[in-house]
């Protein structure tokens, strides 16, 4: 091992401090207005660099590239799982915008092509199987009795099993051969964690269909890690996660957790098939499909399910049969990896990664492979004791290596006294980072304020420590240099005067050919002048667009914002082109009254007639979004877009959805909604309400919080009887 200088170690005469100040008080009138400022700007060009490989995506597919449309598809998703980890990105729009445009191209795109590459995610394959499930041929496919293995969690063999096992001998056999070949690193892995918790080993092929047998997987729902775990279900088994580590990514934390969790599902409901139901979709849809079908069985209950989770338990079974005998389904000349093995480690600090592979005399690959729950360059700051794996047999070297560091290079920290006037998102955006990582290395919360005086810890990577260190000192010396020549001129000298001295202006970026000649086909060009106010979101709903859209059609990039006067090119569908073109001329209050009537009718005109038992007509509420209504429902948001015809997840106060829940209380109880916070039981507007099977009137009063005398008035009803399918009128 080398430990030279030009590694990025600081000398002695650097600016550093070996951990940060746990006790540096916080005080400055401007951090909390500035704090986000940096996590902006780095949110913005990840947003962007994957808007670029979103639109390379879109070109490709209309130039006929399936292989590139995918693997720029794959590249999109890879830049805004990368910004997934910023605190409180899930409130940024534009993030979650361009997520689910960038998911429902991808997922209309894989409607139409006739396989995946293999590059593909497993979230691409599984919708791509989806889809294509039912139509596959099983006549010629036999499967003997004796390829069955005996195990504990039941494999049958039926047309569901065996269209799956079609599949994956077919258009998804890449896949499967990189299952089966990461298997070897896993799986002897999982097997001994299973068999500490005392559960059936097989229940680990579960990861094949979950993940693809990657650790780093994280799914278009936000599930993360070989196993999928959510970060609340994550949390519920220990699995912490943050800026800097997310352990729903560490191979061994992980599948401890998942069999915890899949125990706590058997004891509950006492059957393989319904753990994994449970495990994919929720234990309410179990107990919803146990409630809808009068049974326990899976198969009695598959169609009451979500499309993805229909095809899950055959999934998991044709997968088993094919791991348990690959030689049976033609798979047997796969070799499967090398098992990880490896040595812990202790790491008290926080250190480049690249730095600790020297010390293990390996590659950082290798580190990144076997800890692959570190999701930044280097190991956590605060975070004494940090187990890390190094290759087996070298955890000697390693502490051997490490010790010949001096103590006072070990770390990648310079440090940064705090001065009148400055704020975190100055610091932050001086030294590159964000300004969430500044308060979280330091210990600050972003309500307190800078004190003047007090030293922050500034975390930055090996090879650019030093680079930095001497431009800020440099900086300092021009900073006193300035302040000396404003006091010469009577003016008093500031960070923020500093700062704005120095400010670049922004170079244009310039588009690229590609960019420019974005054009799609089957619509017609609208061009529309922003007034004063308006945002990419208002225009996107006039025009029933995408914002991201907009800023491809117009090489807009994240970061830029329109003005007044700037002219739009809207793509709009041929057939709606005049329609559109009134919107375009017309006035603010002309466009909401189309958009307003358009809406409607496009939701609920399909509907008028749907008044079955098994649904409900649900008034949309302002502040209502789709993910809300599907959670108090317990249904899938993919089976609402379905049923209501919706393109995209867009919709508005005064919508009428059409929802399929015949078994619900029968509308979710007051009593839960409130509890949830999500929609009010109380309809806005009259609501027709069709009468369900077990409903009273004293139930249905009760659900909407309303009067029995009122509910019979406004029906004219002469006494309680109902009859299912009786529609009743429900008024405010």
């Known amino acids: 091992m080398v430990l030279a200088s030009s590694s990025g170690f600081f000398t002695a005469s650097d600016t550093v401090q070996t951990r940060p100040n746990q006790s540096v008080d916080v005080v400055d009138s401007t951090a909390a207005d500035s704090a986000g400022e940096m996590n902006e700007k780095q949110i913005a060009e990840l947003l962007e660099r994957a808007r670029e490989h979103y639109l390379l995506a879109l070109q490709a597919q209309a130039e006929g590239d399936s292989l590139m449309s995918a693997d720029e598809f794959e590249e999109t998703i890879k830049h805004l799982n990368e910004a997934s980890y910023f605190p409180n990105i899930e409130e940024n729009t534009d993030f979650n915008e361009l997520t689910r445009s960038v998911v429902e191209d991808y997922e209309k795109y894989i409607a139409t092509i006739d396989s995946l590459g293999a590059n593909s995610s497993i979230f691409a394959l599984r919708e791509k199987m989806n889809l294509e499930i039912e139509k596959i041929d099983i006549t010629n496919i036999q499967i003997p009795a004796s390829l069955i293995p005996k195990t504990e969690v039941p494999l049958l063999v039926n047309e569901y099993t065996k269209r799956t096992l079609s599949f994956f001998m077919g258009k998804g056999r890449t896949h499967m051969e990189n299952w089966i070949y990461r298997s070897g690193k896993y799986f002897p892995?999982?097997?001994?964690?299973?068999?500490?918790?005392?559960?059936?080993?097989?229940?680990?092929?579960?990861?094949?269909?979950?993940?693809?047998?990657?650790?780093t997987a994280r799914s278009w729902a936000k599930a993360v890690g070989l196993w999928q775990f959510m970060k609340a279900t994550g949390s519920l088994y220990g699995l912490r996660s943050n800026y800097w580590y997310d352990e729903r990514r560490d191979f061994e934390k992980a599948t401890r957790a998942a069999a915890r969790h899949m125990k706590d599902l058997y004891r509950e409901f006492n059957d393989w098939h319904l753990v994994f139901v449970a495990y994919n979709a929720g234990g309410g849809w179990v107990r919803k499909g146990i409630r809808r079908s009068g049974s326990t069985?899976?198969?009695?209950?598959?169609?009451?399910?979500?499309?993805?989770?229909?095809?899950?338990?055959?999934?998991?079974?044709?997968?088993?049969?094919?791991?348990?005998?690959?030689?049976?389904?033609?798979?047997?000349?796969?070799?499967?990896?090398?098992?990880?093995?490896?040595?812990?480690?202790?790491?008290?600090?926080?250190?480049?990664?690249?730095i600790l592979a020297e010390c293990a005399e390996t590659d950082l690959e290798?580190?990144?492979?076997?800890?692959?729950?570190?999701?930044?360059?280097?190991?956590?700051?605060?975070?004494?004791?940090?187990?890390?794996?190094?290759?087996?047999?070298?955890?000697?070297?390693?502490?051997?290596?490490?010790?010949?560091?001096?103590?006072?290079?070990?770390?990648?920290?310079?440090?940064?006294?705090?001065?009148?006037?400055?704020?975190?998102?100055?610091?932050?955006?001086?030294?590159?980072?964000?300004?969430?990582?500044?308060?979280?290395?330091?210990?600050?919360?972003?309500?307190?304020?800078?004190?003047?005086?007090?030293?922050?810890?500034?975390?930055?990577?090996?090879?650019?420590?030093?680079?930095?260190?001497?431009?800020?000192?440099?900086?300092?010396?021009?900073?006193?240099?300035?302040?000396?020549?404003?006091?010469?001129?009577?003016?008093?000298?500031?960070?923020?005067?500093?700062?704005?001295?120095?400010?670049?202006?922004?170079?244009?970026?310039?588009?690229?050919?590609?960019?420019?000649?974005?054009?799609?086909?089957?619509?017609?060009?609208?061009?529309?002048?922003?007034?004063?106010?308006?945002?990419?979101?208002?225009?996107?709903?006039?025009?029933?667009?995408?914002?991201?859209?907009?800023?491809?059609?117009?090489?807009?990039?994240?970061?830029?914002?329109?003005?007044?006067?700037?002219?739009?090119?809207i793509w709009v569908p041929e057939e709606k082109y005049e329609q559109y073109k009134l919107i375009a001329s017309g006035s603010s209050t002309e466009k909401q009254k189309v958009l307003s009537q358009s809406s409607k009718k496009k939701i609920s005109s399909d509907h008028s007639d749907k008044i079955t038992p098994g649904w409900i007509q649900h008034v949309v509420k302002k502040g209502e979004t789709l993910e809300k209504i599907a959670s108090v429902y317990d249904v899938a948001i993919v089976d609402l877009k379905s049923w209501n015809k919706l393109r995209t997840s867009r919709i508005n106060a005064g919508d009428v959805l059409e929802v399929y829940a015949p078994d619900q209380t029968e509308e979710p109880a007051v009593e839960q909604v409130k509890k949830k916070k999500t929609i009010s039981a109380v309809p806005s507007k009259p609501i027709s309400y069709v009468v369900r099977r077990g409903d009273t009137l004293e139930k249905i009063a009760e659900r909407y919080s309303i009067s029995i005398p009122d509910l019979k008035k406004w029906n004219d009803l002469k006494n309680t009887r109902l009859t299912v399918g009786q529609k009743l009128k429900i008024q405010s």
């Open 189 to 215: 892995i999982m097997s001994r964690i299973f068999a500490e918790e005392g559960l059936p080993p097989e229940l680990m092929i579960l990861s094949l269909p979950e993940s693809g047998l990657n650790p």
């Open 366 to 569: 290798t580190i990144k492979e076997l800890n692959p729950e570190l999701t930044q360059w280097c190991t956590p700051p605060n975070y004494p004791g940090y187990k890390l794996r190094v290759p087996i047999g070298k955890a000697a070297i390693f502490a051997e290596n490490y010790a010949k560091i001096p103590e006072d290079k070990k770390f990648d920290f310079a440090t940064h006294t705090i001065r009148r006037g400055e704020t975190v998102g100055q610091i932050a955006s001086r030294y590159k980072i964000t300004s969430a990582v500044l308060l979280e290395v330091n210990k600050l919360s972003r309500s307190k304020r800078l004190k003047v005086g007090a030293t922050l810890v500034i975390p930055v990577k090996s090879n650019s420590a030093s680079a930095i260190v001497e431009a800020q000192k440099k900086k300092e010396k021009d900073d006193i240099e300035r302040s000396n020549r404003l006091k010469e001129e009577g003016r008093k000298f500031t960070a923020s005067t500093a700062s704005a001295s120095t400010v670049q202006p922004k170079m244009k970026r310039k588009p690229t050919p590609r960019q420019a000649a974005y054009e799609p086909k089957g619509r017609e060009k609208v061009t529309y002048v922003v007034k004063s106010g308006e945002t990419l979101g208002h225009i996107a709903e006039w025009f029933n667009v995408r914002a991201s859209h907009i800023r491809n059609w117009n090489d807009i990039s994240y970061g830029r914002h329109i003005y007044k006067g700037q002219r739009l090119a």
């Open 297 to 354: 069985d899976y198969w009695e209950m598959r169609r009451r399910l979500p499309r993805e989770t229909r095809n899950y338990v055959p999934q998991y079974i044709a997968v088993a049969l094919i791991v348990m005998r690959p030689e049976a389904f033609g798979f047997g000349d796969v070799q499967k990896a090398d098992s990880l093995t490896f040595d812990y480690t202790t790491v008290n600090d926080c250190i480049d990664l690249g």
